[in-house]
């Protein structure tokens, strides 16, 4: 089944411990992407990838990390986790450099305390 | 700044209604335009989606309606069911670059019985 999937999918911690989420994806997709949802805000864009070791910003990457060692791999890092980063997480893969629709995770949900 | 505008931000319907969602965009660069569908619990998936160079497209119960010269397009549900009661975004993207997707903030429906 093709899918993308995301852990944890639930994690309370508190600031400034290092946390990272990982996503896989058995697509073959070359692009992968983090969002970050909050509401009133819908879905906003924290980095993506267009293919392995090709990392780049979105929209709001302020204490945030990402690396792309392989194809199906995209972990989020967030070295030094603080309340303002507690928010529904999502990843999301797409072939041919995002050109086609993206398939979202289902989530992981981070409250940092 | 938010530059893709959605509104309303929620909207309650009764079942066989029409629910109609609207979205505006100031970047005229902006080359395709999704909607997605959440559940809860779930990430986005896409609906549909339409590309400026027609007006309309229809997909079963879910029509896009698109108007250029506006900077508009809206999603339209007929015949709502309560099983479409979710929360829908739309979103735009520029192709090239990072063919990152810039979302609305959302609309969750309720369609009741």
């Known amino acids: 089944e093709a899918q993308v999937t995301q852990n944890p999918r639930y994690l309370i911690t508190v600031t400034g411990k290092k946390l990272t989420v990982t996503c896989s994806q058995n697509?073959?997709?070359?692009?992968m992407s983090w969002y970050r949802q909050d509401p009133g805000l819908g879905l906003r864009q924290i980095y993506y990838?267009?293919?392995?070791?090709?990392?780049d910003k979105g929209d709001v990457p302020e204490g945030y990390k990402v690396s792309r060692k392989e194809k199906r791999n995209f972990p989020l890092i967030l070295e030094s986790p603080s309340p303002n980063q507690t928010s529904l997480y999502f990843c999301?893969?797409?072939?041919?450099?995002?050109?086609?629709?993206?398939?979202f995770g289902d989530g992981t949900r981070l409250s940092i305390l | 700044q938010q530059q893709v505008k959605q509104s309303p931000q929620s909207l309650i319907v009764q079942k066989g209604g029409i629910s109609i969602i609207n979205c505006a965009y100031e970047?005229?660069?902006?080359?395709?335009f999704p909607w997605y569908q959440q559940f809860p619990g779930k990430g986005p998936a896409l609906l549909i989606a339409?590309?400026?160079?027609?007006s309309e497209k229809k997909e079963g119960r879910f029509t896009i309606s698109f108007n250029k010269s506006a900077k508009q397009f809206s999603l339209h549900i007929m015949d709502s069911q309560p099983g479409d009661s979710a929360t829908y975004f739309c979103?735009?993207?520029?192709?090239?670059?990072?063919?990152?997707?810039?979302f609305g903030t959302g609309t969750q429906l309720k369609v009741e019985l």
């Open positions: 999301a893969s797409s072939l041919d450099r995002g050109r086609q629709p993206q398939h």
């Open positions: 990838s267009m293919n392995v070791e090709v990392t």
């Open positions: 970047n005229t660069a902006f080359d395709y």
């Open positions: 697509m073959n997709h070359e692009y």
């Open positions: 979103a735009a993207r520029v192709t090239g670059g990072g063919n990152k997707l810039t």
């Open positions: 339409i590309r400026p160079d027609v």
